[in-house]
C-alpha cells in the first residue's frame, strides 16, 4: 500500500512541476480598454495564417508553406525513405524563441488537422529520411529561431486546414490556418 501512495504522490508532484515549468501560453490578449466597466476583458486572437507570427509561450511561429501530395520522402529504392500511407504534406515552418530562456522545440508536439477535422500527427520516420531529423528535438536560445521542416501524412484528397503549434507538451497551443 506504501509503494502506491508513493507512486500516486509522485505523478502529483510531476504534474505541478511541468504545468509551472511550462511555460504557459499566450492564445489570447487582455483588452483594457474601457467602455462603462473597469473590468478588462479578454478578446480572442484573429486566427494566424500562412506568413503570420502566432505566439504561443515562449515560442512565436511562423507558417511558410504547405505542400501536399508527396507520394514518399527520401531514397525509397534501397528502403532508406519513407513512403505515406495517403500522402505526405511538407510543412516549412519558422520558430523563434521570444522569451528570456532556452526552450526545447519538440516537432511531435505539433499537430496538424486535415479538411475532416481529424487530428493528424506529424512523422518524425518522414523527417529522418529527408535528413532534417536535427530539429526533431531542438533547443532554442532566446533571441535565436530555427527553420524546419514538417511532414504529416494524411488521407488522399484531403488537404490541411489549420495547425496548432505548441512551446511544449503542456501549452495551450496556437491555432495557425492554412490560407
Known amino acids: ?23 504557459g501560453s499566450s492564445s489570447s490578449s487582455t483588452d483594457t480598454t474601457s467602455q462603462g466597466s473597469d473590468t478588462p476583458t479578454t478578446a480572442a486572437p484573429a486566427d494566424a495564417h500562412i506568413g503570420t507570427a502566432a505566439a504561443d509561450g515562449k515560442f512565436t511561429f511562423t ?5 501536399c501530395g508527396i507520394p514518399s520522402v527520401g531514397d525509397t529504392t534501397y528502403g532508406l525513405g519513407e513512403t505515406a500511407q495517403g500522402q505526405f504534406c511538407e510543412v516549412k515552418l519558422r520558430v523563434a524563441n521570444t522569451g528570456t530562456e532556452s526552450q526545447d522545440f519538440m516537432s511531435s508536439e505539433q499537430k496538424a488537422f486535415d479538411s475532416a477535422g481529424n487530428q ?11 535528413g532534417i531529423d536535427q530539429n526533431m528535438f531542438s533547443g532554442i536560445n532566446p533571441g535565436n529561431a530555427i527553420e524546419t521542416t514538417l511532414y504529416y501524412d494524411i488521407a488522399k484528397g ?11 507538451m503542456f501549452s495551450d497551443g496556437v491555432t495557425v490556418l492554412n490560407q
Open 1 to 23: 500500500m506504501r509503494v502506491r501512495e508513493l507512486a500516486i504522490s509522485a505523478v502529483v508532484v510531476v504534474g505541478v512541476w511541468a504545468s509551472v515549468g511550462s511555460g
Open 63 to 67: 507558417l511558410h508553406s504547405v505542400r
Open 120 to 130: 493528424v500527427d506529424n512523422n518524425d520516420m518522414a523527417e529522418i529520411a529527408a
Open 158 to 168: 484531403r488537404t490541411i486546414s489549420k495547425f496548432e503549434f505548441h512551446d511544449s
